[in-house]
T-cell receptor, first 115, second 116 residues
């Protein structure tokens, strides 16, 4: 089975531009997560969805960030306008019930650089 | 207070030896899950092993085992017979509450270097 797919793998943009990151979860998984990883803050959960519905967005830094999941096989994370401090690796992950474990499977990440 | 604490920023081990990576956690919830992930230099996060708070036995997955000491709130990862490919960052993570709550909190990680 294909793993979690993220695109693009690398994104370089200028401050003020809109950035859209995309994710396709593993088929059959009903949870989808967006994480951000930086040297300073480590790995942080931004938002997660269950059955396409946002459940916890308390980690979303500010109104410049938004996430959507229009269907079970696609999600986007949008930053508008982008700022240099948004530079990070953004991971998408998905999970489903496996006897109560719900381990999360991560995509390869999108490395975002905002100049 | 930190929910997950990994006190070893870096660890060194020789090939074929065993190594223990420490993880302590803080929660007042009786129901929780503990996870270990590996992040090689290529960047992806790889799930290794899971321990539920009500599990009676320590979890094992191949060369990975979890030394779960509930009273001490520790969930150390033991890697037996280390291989060069085990060189990576290792993250401990916790999910609190029942399975309806899926938020994972990660520790700061331990960098493991396996030498020939």
């Amino acid at each position: 089975d294909a793993g979690v797919i993220q695109s693009p793998r690398h994104e370089v943009t200028e401050m003020g531009q809109e950035v859209t990151l995309r994710c396709k979860p593993i088929s059959g998984h009903d949870y989808l997560f967006w994480y951000r990883q930086t040297m300073m803050r480590g790995l942080e959960l931004l938002i997660y969805f269950n059955n396409n519905v946002p459940i916890d967005d308390s980690g979303m830094p500010e109104d410049r960030f938004s996430a959507k999941m229009p269907n079970a096989s696609f999600s986007t994370l949008k930053i508008q306008p982008s700022e240099p401090r948004d530079s990070a690796v953004y991971f998408c992950a998905s999970s489903r019930d496996r006897g109560g474990t719900y381990e999360q499977y991560f995509g390869p990440g999108t490395r975002l650089t905002v100049t | 207070a930190q929910k997950i604490t990994q006190t070893q920023p870096g660890m060194f081990v020789q090939e074929k030896e065993a190594v223990t990576l420490d993880c302590t956690y803080d929660t007042s919830d009786p129901s929780y899950g503990l996870f270990w992930y590996k992040q090689p230099s290529s960047g992806e996060m790889i799930f290794l092993i899971y321990q539920g708070s009500y599990d009676q036995q320590n979890a094992t997955e191949g060369r990975y085992s979890l030394n779960f000491q509930k009273a001490r709130k520790s969930a150390n990862l033991v890697i037996s017979a280390s291989q060069l490919g085990d060189s990576a960052m290792y993250f401990c993570a916790m999910r609190e509450g029942n399975t309806g709550f899926q938020k994972l909190v990660f520790g700061t990680g331990t960098r493991l270097l396996v030498s020939p």
